[in-house]
């Protein structure tokens, strides 16, 4: 098991628990295992949470039970509030990816963070939010910006593991081949082009220059393996010898 | 109604139409709005989908229903498949952030793009995955990287979403009081100093500078708005007050 130092997630009065099963299956997606639930209305503890949560059981079953929110922070150093209405509290605001920075500084640091989520419903109480050094707002479309409570969850949780992945995408699927020797493509370049000058398509002199570069540019950007060029010269081929098995039945 | 010109979400043969209302209401969170359906094993024009779409309903009844893949993504230009395991094909790899990022430049060029999801249990066709230009996958937890598909849908429509916010996170809530001018603050740290040195606090000569100095940093750091100066002269009135009141009736 990868192991994280991830901020706690923090779930404040949550009202169903098919949405602390969801949260729990967003966490894990992205690594994080420390939940914390504030008064609960109904028990984590149950199949409609388990399958919600879809395989992340590890992550409800740890999970802790606090009467206050300060009880459930009183161990954390960073806290932000998640919060999509304006508070008008004097307090920095943060963006789930400004966050993930900040929380991947203290972790550096070995400062435990976590993340405050209110209830479905009404979202945390400004008493809550006093308790975080910062509020956390995920830019979304001003016109329709209810966000469910687990997806929430999972953009925080997302951006977290995002800031931590050092590497970026691979070029291409990984296990393929890499692109052939250019040697190989120019030699499938050459069998074309002696067959396209056979069959006369190429056969106006003055454009023929311009033509072969378009076709050439054309293979070029696919970026083709040896196997995939090996497949080409059998297509060409196998269309010319099936042409001049038709002239020859013909002729 | 802000409007976009976001990819198509293309959900290919999707078993449940709660997720597909879960991920009508991801997409117009990030103002996606063109949803399209490969046959859908479901109505997705049913209570449980409406209930799901959490008000999202334009984007259900606008949603539009193919046979098959080919013909659900025929006027597009640029096509991301989403998988997450490994198809051994050759094609290019996008992260959401990376694939946002070409889709903002394919919308400016004016070219529509789509990105194709597969079915909740199994994940897209290889035949499927073969009609799209690149392949989108999600970096997430190794250990347990089973999104659900409206998660899914959620963040490739976010990274779409905030590839297009220009704009970084206000440093404060907006509507509040900006930090105060600092003379107000000088002022204040003025009050509390001369109360400090009248009440003994500083009286050990040789330490008093740093200790006004950490004692200013301290209130430095809070970004104090007048408001907030007013309240603080306020509280440090008081507390000499009742001590003096106090000290006169012990007298």
Redesign the interface.
Same mark, same amino acid.
């Given at each position: 098991? *990868?192991t994280?130092q991830g901020p706690a997630i923090i779930l404040v009065k949550p009202q169903l628990s098919e949405n602390i099963g *969801?949260a729990a =299956?967003?966490m /894990?997606?992205? +690594?994080l295992t420390d939940l914390r639930l504030v008064a609960p209305r109904e028990t984590w503890l149950q199949d409609r949470a388990f399958a919600a949560a879809? +395989?992340?059981d590890r992550v409800l079953l740890g999970a802790r039970v606090f009467d206050t929110t300060a009880e459930a922070i009183a161990d954390l150093r960073r806290v932000w509030a998640t919060t999509a209405r304006? =508070?008008?509290? $004097?307090? !920095? $605001?943060? *963006?789930p =990816?400004?966050a993930a920075g900040a929380m991947r500084a203290a972790a550096a640091e070995g400062l435990a963070a976590g993340v405050l989520f209110g209830p479905e419903r009404t979202g945390l109480e400004n008493d809550d939010v006093a308790l975080a050094d910062t509020?956390l707002?995920v830019? $979304?479309? !001003?016109? %329709?910006?209810? /966000?469910?409570l687990?997806?929430c969850v /999972? /953009?925080v949780a %997302?951006e977290w593991?995002?800031a931590g992945?050092t590497e +970026? !995408?691979? !070029?291409? *699927?990984? +296990?393929?081949?890499p692109p052939a020797p250019k040697e190989k493509l120019v030699g499938f370049f050459e069998h074309l082009e002696r067959e396209l000058d056979e069959c006369g398509f190429l056969r106006v002199v003055e454009k023929r220059p311009t033509m072969v570069r378009n076709i050439r540019n054309m293979f070029q950007r696919a970026?083709l393996?040896g196997q995939?060029i090996q497949t080409l010269h059998g297509i060409v081929h196998e269309l010319v010898t099936y042409r001049r098995r038709k002239a020859e039945g013909e002729g």
């Open positions: 098991m *990868t994280f *969801t =299956r967003a /894990l997606n992205c +690594g879809s +395989g992340a304006n =508070r008008f509290m $004097v307090k !920095p $605001v943060d *963006t =990816r400004t509020v707002t830019p $979304v479309n !001003p016109d %329709y910006s209810s /966000l469910n687990a997806q /999972l /953009l %997302y593991f995002q992945v +970026g !995408p691979k !070029p291409m *699927t990984k +296990g393929a081949e970026h393996t995939e």
